[in-house]
């Protein structure tokens, strides 16, 4: 199977993500994506966000009433410290432990860390070795990635 080179700058346009309690999931994105430099953008009807996540709390009119169910996310980071410090924020700001930070046991260069947001979501923060992000960058195919990425499995 040939690898797929994207032909748009990047797929996805944005995430939504629906919350039981927007004030604890503000407090917990804005502390974990701040150790990360990514202030949030801003804030209305009953949502915020920062980048491409929007967060909106089941009343928001856009959010219709219904939580999205648990996601996964994975935040880039520059270096292992910062995973390690994203990791402990997220802790002290209303987040689950779902895997200390360390290296991924088939793949030397993913150093990762998993916790779970106050509504249940996966958050992973990684950062990836030269080598792996070399491999990525040439645009790896998806059959290529399997081997290479996997969240642990909830407690």
């Given at each position: 199977?040939?690898?797929?080179?994207?032909?748009?700058?990047?797929?996805?346009?944005?995430?939504?993500?629906?919350v039981h309690d927007p004030v604890a999931s503000r407090n917990f994105y804005e502390a974990v994506l701040g150790v990360l430099?990514?202030?949030?953008?801003?804030?209305?009807?009953?949502?915020?966000?920062?980048?491409?996540?929007f967060v909106c709390g089941t009343e928001s009119s856009v959010a219709q009433g219904y939580p999205g169910g648990c996601q996964h996310l994975a935040f880039h980071a520059d270096n292992r410290e910062l995973v390690d410090i994203v990791h402990a924020v997220a802790l002290m700001h209303g987040g689950r432990d779902n895997g200390a930070p360390g290296e991924?046991?088939?793949?030397?260069?993913?150093?990762?860390?998993?916790?779970?947001?106050?509504?249940?979501?996966?958050?992973?923060v990684v950062c990836h070795g030269p080598n792996l992000r070399r491999l990525l960058a040439s645009g790896i195919g998806v059959c290529d990635m399997r081997g290479l990425h996997s969240m642990p499995t909830r407690a």
């Open positions: 199977m040939a690898t797929s080179i994207p032909s748009r700058s990047r797929l996805i346009d944005h995430i939504m993500l629906v430099g990514v202030p949030l953008g801003g804030e209305g009807d009953d949502c915020f966000w920062a980048e491409e996540l991924h046991p088939r793949h030397a260069e993913h150093y990762a860390a998993f916790v779970l947001d106050p509504d249940g979501n996966h958050i992973e």
